[in-house]
């Protein structure tokens, strides 16, 4: 691997805007964007498996019970270095292994970014999602007290706050896109 490249690691909860980030990063810097999840997408594509919010966590969760938590993040490393970015985002760490396993491998090249939202904006956005996309219908309808009752409650979420706490940047995400990309290219300019 070559030692000039960084690997940004986003963390946050939900409709927060970890896609809005790595995507600009992605489209106005040299970098590759992966996304956590997708290796799951592929997996349960593989044996024509609907995605879904019932699919996705159990499939997960019976996964990291066989080979670990950071077996998403071991996936993630061979992704990594031998491509010329000189960027590559980390888009939807959710446990404290991932992290662990990444600050072992990439060292002082792996930064870790929480991005930090509001909960009435995030509920909002994930409503307007939800409703273009016809998934999570059961969260259309949820008031926002619901929302983050119910939230606590998903697997995939709960490690979130204390990787929030290990961030090596935080970027509040309440505004526009305007101001989120102005603290974006700051923070590319930091960690140069």
């Known amino acids: 691997m070559k030692n000039k490249f960084k690997v940004l690691g986003f963390v946050g909860k939900r409709g927060c805007g970890k896609d809005a980030c790595t995507k600009y990063i992605a489209e ?20 024509y498996i609907p995605q879904n919010r019932k699919n ?30 000189a960027y590559y985002l980390l888009n939807g760490i959710r446990l404290r292994r991932e992290v662990e ?21 995030r509920f909002k ?10 998934q999570g219908k059961d969260e259309v309808d949820l008031s926002l007290e619901d929302f983050v009752k119910q939230e606590r409650r998903i ?6 706050p204390s990787i929030e706490k290990q961030a090596d940047y935080a970027i509040e995400n309440n505004g526009s896109k305007k101001e989120l990309h102005k603290k974006l290219n700051g923070l590319v300019k930091k960690i140069k």
Do not use: Q
């Open 28 to 47: 106005n810097y040299k970098a590759k964007e992966i996304i956590m999840s997708d290796f799951i997408s592929r997996a349960l594509r593989l044996f």
């Open 56 to 85: 996705i966590p159990w499939f997960i969760t019976r996964i990291r019970d066989r080979f670990g938590k950071g077996v998403l993040a071991r996936a993630v490393i061979h992704e990594i270095g031998e491509d010329g970015y």
């Open 101 to 121: 396993i990444l600050r072992e491998t990439f060292g002082k090249r792996f930064v870790l970014v929480d991005i930090v939202c509001n909960d009435a904006i």
């Open 125 to 134: 956005r994930i409503k307007n999602r939800e409703k273009k996309t016809k």
């Open 155 to 160: 697997v995939t979420e709960k490690e979130i």
